[in-house]
């Protein structure tokens, strides 16, 4: 499942699946927490570990986790003008006594501001990947 398909048009959009239980959540959320001291290698484990945990039973193909960085031009990210001044700005507007959150807002909209966005793809093969009751 792509989270993102880019078509030929800009009119590309993000895909975000239904995920089962979701509830908002700040930046003091203590789930983060756990991830700041190492956030690569926390980011790495948690993400091949999920990986691993869906697997395909019975198959005989090992799964793989598949990493690669790349530079985007900022503009051409899907939503970029939406992203950048709108959702942030609702966020913000939503979370102004959550420091830790409004710190994260700050960084993303500096980040946006760049020409050039650093990108982290993350993909894994044979696996089931995500299901609706998930």
């Keep these: 499942m792509k989270l993102f398909n880019k078509s030929h048009s800009k009119n590309s959009e993000w895909y975000f699946p239904g995920g089962k239980d979701l509830q908002m959540e700040s930046g ?3 789930s983060l927490e756990m991830f700041k001291d190492n ?3 926390s980011l790495a484990r948690e993400i091949c570990q ?3 945990d869906a697997g395909i039973e019975g198959s005989n193909k090992p799964v793989r986790v598949e990493f690669t960085s790349f530079k985007v031009k900022a503009e051409n990210i899907p939503g970029y003008l939406e992203l950048r001044y709108e959702i942030i700005d609702k966020a913000m507007k939503q979370w102004p006594n959550e ?3 409004m710190s994260m807002l700050r960084k993303m ?3 946006l501001k760049n020409k050039f966005v ?3 793809k993350i993909s894994d093969y044979n696996t089931t990947g995500l299901r609706k009751e998930n």
């Design 118 to 120: 650093n990108v982290l």
């Design 50 to 52: 999920n990986s691993l």
């Design 39 to 41: 956030p690569l290698d």
């Design 109 to 111: 909209d500096r980040i």
């Design 28 to 30: 003091s959320n203590a």
């Design 99 to 101: 420091q830790k959150t």
